[in-house]
């Protein structure tokens, strides 16, 4: 994406029923590190269902520059990993783009590596908070060369000869943080452990162990997860199903509730319990949502939504149900924006800090477009609007930020009045067929 691109607004206006069955596109999070751990293992690596947005391209593209082999046959990404410890080091700086997880993830599996690696990104990017990475680094001897103020992008690391390996209490809800320091101990001679006192997405645990690494994970009766590899261990190439992602599910899901009379299935969408907050949110709010043909594939749970146009009644939404719906609560404040009475969200804290400040985002498209709202530190309350009524006619600045983009587009389809979006551009990073997929349920988007 061509940073100093001219913005491209969007505008979405009050729909007819939307109908239809849909799949949205693989999940963000697994197709990471499918590709990261595909390019680390001895072997080849086969994945089917993989999103094809910006984020995880740039994770493709950093790990063909350390030495991986990928490459796209049909709906096939077929990658030849280097080996476990036999990553090179990159020529050019690695440009992750818009991703934090993409380079949050690459920092801690590189970071180990007796090699300098840079790290760069866009604006956004270049704005978020890396010494939640770079701490646990360092611990294990990483140097970091160069950084910008308060520890972000762009930033140069220096492995040492021998990283140690560490013990690790993750100290904000990130599956991030968590992913780093395990991937990182994948190179440190010995056990790696992690501890998480809330649990978030598990999804590099599952995806190590089903790649052959000596890792095992322990709930105590703390409550808090101990997680522990073995470093230097084989990895062996797999192959892998991605299954849809939830997040991007999110929006089709709230479009088909709020807009009167629609009727929408959306396919094989993950349901694995570490991502599944807004559904369980949106059904204490009254959503119909039934789950069809319940499967696992590869070791994931996945179902088919039905999702029925619903009258919502706004929910306190408990600090302790955000890490398995930390990217969905732009669009659950949309729904809460159609909703009867206050919805009121809490522990909100890690939206500060993501592609934009999120709860300051959310809050003012709410406000531009006519909704009541209150944002606190940490909390969001929306009070809602079940008929639509003097809900849109505003512009919302979307800061670079796709889930901003998504979510205030599906406001504009329910609401009164067209709502706009300074720019849809980042829609791409994690959501290329967004338009297309909503269009064709009937959604009237320009
Ligand atoms: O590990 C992951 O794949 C992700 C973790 C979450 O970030 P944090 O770890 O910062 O909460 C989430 O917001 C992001 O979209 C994907
Ligand atoms: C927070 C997100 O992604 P990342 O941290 O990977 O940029 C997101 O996709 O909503």
New binding site residues.
């Given amino acids: 994406m061509n940073a100093h691109a001219k913005p491209m607004p969007a505008t979405a206006s009050k729909s007819p029923a939307l109908a239809g069955q849909v799949r949205v596109p693989g999940d ?1 999070s697994i197709s990471h590190r499918s590709l990261m751990l595909g390019g680390l293992a001895s072997g080849e690596t086969r994945i089917t269902g993989l999103l094809e947005g910006e ?1 995880v391209l740039r994770t493709g593209d950093a790990m063909r520059a350390m030495g991986a082999r990928i490459t796209r046959q049909g709906s096939e990404w077929i990658v030849t990993g280097t080996g476990n410890g036999c990553l090179l080091e990159p020529e050019a700086p690695l440009d992750f783009g ?5 380079s949050r993830l690459t920092m801690g599996l590189v970071g180990p590596y007796e090699m300098t690696t840079r790290f760069i990104g866009d604006a956004s990017l270049s704005k978020r908070p890396m010494g939640r990475v770079l701490d646990p680094l360092r611990q294990m001897g990483v140097q970091v060369l160069e950084a910008g103020a308060g520890d972000r992008m762009p930033l140069t690391l220096r492995g040492p000869r021998h990283a140690a390996p560490i013990t690790y209490r993750v100290p904000m809800p990130s599956a ?1 943080v968590k992913s780093a320091v395990l991937l990182a101990g994948l190179n440190a001679r010995g056990v790696t452990t992690v501890i998480e006192p809330v649990k978030t997405r598990d999804h590099t645990e599952k995806m190590l162990a089903g790649f052959g690494a000596a890792i095992e994970v322990e709930t105590p009766a703390d409550g808090e997860r101990h997680i522990r590899v073995e470093g230097q261990g084989r990895l062996a190439g797999q192959v892998i199903a991605v299954p849809g992602d939830p ?1 991007s599910a999110a929006f089709p899901l709230v479009a088909a509730l709020i807009v009167p009379g629609s009727d929408v299935v959306i396919e094989n969408v993950l349901m694995n319990e570490s991502r599944t907050g807004l559904v369980t949110t949106l059904i204490e709010m009254g959503a119909d949502i039934s789950f069809e043909n319940r499967r696992d594939t590869g070791g994931e749970e996945v179902a088919d939504l039905r999702v029925r146009a619903s009258e919502l009644a706004g929910v306190v939404v408990p600090p302790e149900r955000a890490p398995s719906m930390i ?1 969905e609560y732009p669009v659950l404040a949309v729904a809460a924006a159609f909703a009867k009475g206050e919805t009121k969200m809490l522990g909100l804290d890690e939206l500060r800090v ?2 934009s400040d999120r709860l300051a985002a959310v809050a003012r498209g709410l406000e531009a477009n006519g909704v009541d709202c209150e944002e606190g530190a940490d909390t969001l309350v929306v009070r809602g609007r079940p008929d639509g009524k003097g809900i849109g006619g505003g512009t919302v600045e979307t800061h670079l930020d796709h ?1 901003i983009a998504m979510a205030f587009l599906v406001m504009g389809l329910a609401a009164e009045k067209p709502v706009t979006i300074d720019d849809r551009a980042m829609i791409a990073t ?1 959501f290329p067929e967004f338009l297309t997929l909503m269009t064709g349920l009937g959604a009237e988007i320009a």
Avoid at 98 to 102: V, Y
Wanted: a neutral charge; hydrophobic letters at 5%; charged letters at 45%.
């Fill in positions: 963000k984020d818009n991703a934090g997880t993409g991030q997040s990217d993501k592609e889930r994690s």
